[in-house]
């Protein structure tokens, strides 16, 4: 992950926070922050309890989240982020995500050409692709004891009730140039893909 990472966005301008159960992780060149679980107040090393304890100890209004199993295979459109993030902060969006991996069914267009409104209805209108959160929306629909997979479908059924407006790279855009295009997963249910 870092070895891509450290290929294709160099010239990142955010702080790295890499949340570990219990052992720190350190790559040259990077300046990762670890946050360990095991010597914090996580309530327990299930994942949503580890990523809670972690955006606590975080400082900003917004973070940007990528999974360590999401390979960069492209230069990260760093630009785009940016714009994506003041887009965040003025039109109040919890969610905007960057890939063309995380909500499925119809999304509405918006006034910019190259973002899309998730409705309510939408499957996966949660989800933990990269992506920039609203940093308390997002300790908001974490619940105690829930697995990464748990938190999307049951996050989702959440947001459907809450008042909060979710967003994602238009499809077409990201076809033409994508702003964060990565190699989906590298892990299924629990398993590498080959």
């Known amino acids: ?18 949340s570990t159960e219990s052992i720190p992780f350190q790559f040259p060149d990077l300046d990762i922050r670890p ?15 580890r990523l809670r304890a ?14 360590d199993d999401y390979f960069l295979q492209n230069a990260v459109d ?9 887009v965040m902060r003025d039109e109040g969006w919890t969610h905007i995500g960057l890939t063309p991996y995380g909500p499925r069914g119809k999304l509405r267009g918006t006034k910019r050409k190259w973002l899309c409104e998730i409705p309510r209805r ?12 609203n940093r308390d929306d997002y300790i908001d629909y974490l619940e105690p004891g829930e697995s990464c997979w748990q938190f999307e479908i049951l996050g989702t059924w959440r947001s459907r ?3 909060h407006r979710f967003a994602n790279i238009h499809p077409q855009f990201f076809s033409e140039k994508p702003p964060v295009d990565y190699i989906g997963t590298g892990i299924l249910k629990g398993r590498w893909h080959p």
């Open 78 to 86: 760093g630009v785009l982020v940016a714009e994506a993030l003041a």
């Open 35 to 49: 946050f360990l679980a095991a010597g914090s107040h996580a309530r327990s090393m299930d994942w949503s309890d």
């Open 54 to 67: 972690c955006l606590e100890t975080i400082d900003t209004p917004y973070i940007f989240h990528i999974q």
């Open 1 to 18: 992950f870092f070895t891509l990472f450290k290929r294709f966005w160099a010239d990142c301008p955010l702080p790295i926070i890499m």
């Open 161 to 163: 009730g809450r008042p």
């Open 122 to 133: 939408c499957a996966y209108r949660v989800n933990t692709q990269a992506g920039l959160w």
